[in-house]
């Protein structure tokens, strides 16, 4: 259920911007690290702020049939004003990764140490070989759905889902489920650890 009290929020000056919701993941070394570091590397792309920073969840990693078990992952949301575009929002984010220590091998449901998903860009539909948005499988994740409907249960998700992220949640066909792992704190700008979980909110 969604908590907006624990959503962190920054002003914005600059209507005129990309809004954008980008989706974090880590599962590899000091997760909670990473999560952190790139969200201070976005925010420091120039044109750049963030806007609100969703809590951190933890959940099992999803694995192809027969594969071994993965480490679990940390996944949170942010969402941000930019002035890059969308070829430029993406190349920023996968230099970003590469910074991060993120090796692409082209293979899906690998372990990594950062993950940068680009998950919505103002209302826009877009079909592209090197992007897509809305996230064609942003429906089918509950942790990337939890943290963007503690941030935005009513934000519209355009075509092909046309349906608000809390519907999008409710209707979610993930068994996985995911744990409050981590808050993020404002005045240290960072996530830090939580012992709560998403049900005992």
């Not at 993965?70 to 990764?97: K, M, Q, W, Y």
């Amino acid at each position: 259920m969604s908590d907006t009290s624990r959503v962190h929020v920054a002003p914005v000056h600059d209507a005129r911007m990309y809004d954008v919701y980008l989706g974090l993941g880590s599962n590899q070394g000091d997760r909670l690290n990473y999560l952190n570091r790139a969200r201070e590397h976005i925010r420091s792309l120039d044109g750049t702020v963030v806007v609100a920073t969703s809590p951190a969840y933890e959940s099992r990693a999803h694995v192809k049939p027969g594969q071994i078990d993965a480490p679990d992952f940390l996944n949170a949301v942010i969402h941000i004003r930019t002035t890059l575009g969308p070829s430029g929002l993406l190349a920023a984010c996968e230099d970003i990764e590469r910074e991060l220590g993120r090796i692409r091998s082209g293979e899906r449901w690998l372990p990594r140490t950062i993950d940068i998903d680009i998950l919505l860009i103002d209302g826009m539909s877009r079909w592209e070989d090197h992007l897509t948005v809305p996230h064609p499988r942003m429906h089918e994740r509950r942790f990337v759905l939890q943290p963007l409907c503690d941030i935005d249960p009513v934000l519209h998700v355009p075509v092909p889902f046309d349906k608000s992220v809390k519907n999008l949640l409710t209707s979610c066909s993930d068994s996985v489920p995911v744990s409050l792992y981590a808050d993020f704190v404002s005045g240290a700008q960072a996530w830090s650890r939580s012992g709560r979980t998403a049900d005992s909110q």
